[in-house]
């Protein structure tokens, strides 16, 4: 059985940092490409950043170059997001989900999804 499952949202002033986490069942890890998306009230859901099964790999959108960065831990099986110097446009649910093949942007790729933590970024 595949299972997602995210925390580590929640309310948090621009400029700060939150760290998200996906919880991710063991068989799934070890053969997953992981990305995480976001989805704002009102628009589609993005890509953020994508993280290969290796971890050698990542890619990220251009909106969060530099101020995102995505990591996963084989002991924990878990994938990470660490969000510094937050927006306010950072505001949205954020997803992690599960691909077997890597197309980190292509939302249409990951077969698997979490069921979202809230990220609220105030001014």
């Known amino acids: 059985q595949v299972q997602l499952v995210e925390s580590g949202g929640g309310l948090v002033q621009a400029g700060g940092s939150l760290r998200l986490s996906c919880a991710v069942s063991?068989?799934?890890?070890?053969?997953?490409?992981m990305g995480w998306f976001r989805q704002a009230p009102g628009k589609d859901r993005e890509f953020v950043a994508g993280?290969?099964?290796?971890?050698?790999?990542?890619s990220y959108a251009d909106s969060v170059k530099g101020r995102f960065t995505i990591s996963r831990d084989v002991a924990k099986n878990t994938v990470y997001l660490q969000m510094n110097s937050l927006k306010i446009e950072d505001t949205a649910v954020y997803y992690c989900?599960?691909?077997?093949?890597?197309?980190?942007?292509?939302?249409?790729?990951?077969?698997?999804w979490g069921q979202g933590t809230q990220v609220t970024v105030s001014s």
């Open positions: 989900a599960a691909a077997a093949d890597w197309r980190p942007t292509d939302l249409r790729a990951y077969a698997y």
């Open positions: 063991r068989r799934t890890f070890s053969w997953a490409h």
């Open positions: 993280i290969s099964i290796s971890g050698g790999t990542t």
